[in-house]
């Protein structure tokens, strides 16, 4: 069965500094992995997903992520950030095949910004 | 072009009501999932719904809880005899099937279910 596990429920960060969000996936078939972002009293926004083209994934807002199969990890990454990127960060696997096609995700990562 | 809509954005019952929740898809899309949040926790899948047909339910409770995606209309949460613990946020995302597995899911802003 899948399960998602991210490390750390809440991160501070300095403006400008990097971001590292850390999240660790269970799948005994390939995954496939998203982030999602969620600003107070909001939906949810996709941030970026791997669908296997890739092991290095682009998202908006200057974000990436790296998928490392040998590591089972899919950590979420930004080079500076920015006041507007405190949010609630989700990791997200999808169920693959089948019928299923609800996503399973993790408990989610507090990101705050100090200036 | 929409997003997926919800409303209400916010609900207040009291134990014992019943409360209703709707979604409407992003057009195009045909498949419907409900998930739940809890404070302090991630979101929990609940029901996966296609045009007039369940598809999974597993993460559904087994009383109180139904939900439905007709023909024509909304898909609909529905809670019978709410208790406390019901309150929560209510979240529905749509796609456009599952031919390719890895499609996006869209989420909508979410109900926020109140039991007073």
């Known amino acids: 069965a899948q399960s998602v596990t991210q490390l750390g429920s809440h991160v501070s960060v300095s403006e400008g500094a990097l971001v590292l969000l850390r999240c660790n996936y269970s799948s005994s078939v390939p995954p496939y992995l998203f982030w999602y972002v969620q600003y107070p009293n909001q939906g949810l926004q996709l941030l970026l997903k791997y669908t296997s083209a890739a092991t290095l994934v682009k998202g908006i807002n200057g974000f990436e992520a790296e998928f490392k199969k040998s590591e089972t990890s899919f950590h979420l990454t930004k080079p500076s950030a920015h006041m507007s990127d405190a949010a609630e960060y989700f990791c997200a696997v999808r169920v693959y095949g089948g019928s299923q096609g609800n996503l399973i995700f993790g408990k989610g990562t507090k990101l705050s910004v100090k200036p | 072009n929409a997003g997926v809509m919800q409303n209400p954005r916010h609900l207040v019952r009291r134990r014992g009501q019943e409360a209703r929740l709707r979604c409407s898809p992003m057009k195009g899309h045909s498949h419907v999932y409900w998930y739940r949040q809890l404070p302090e926790e991630g979101l929990k899948f609940m029901v996966y719904l296609q045009k007039e047909n369940i598809i999974d339910e597993s993460g559904m409770p087994k009383e109180r809880f139904s939900a439905e995606f007709p023909k024509e209309g909304p898909s609909i949460l529905r809670i019978q005899q709410v208790v406390r613990g019901d309150s929560a946020a209510y979240f529905c995302?749509?796609?456009?099937?599952?031919?390719?597995?890895?499609?996006?899911?869209?989420f909508g802003p979410g109900t926020r279910l109140t039991v007073l």
């Open positions: 995302a749509s796609s456009p099937g599952t031919m390719t597995s890895y499609n996006e899911q869209f």
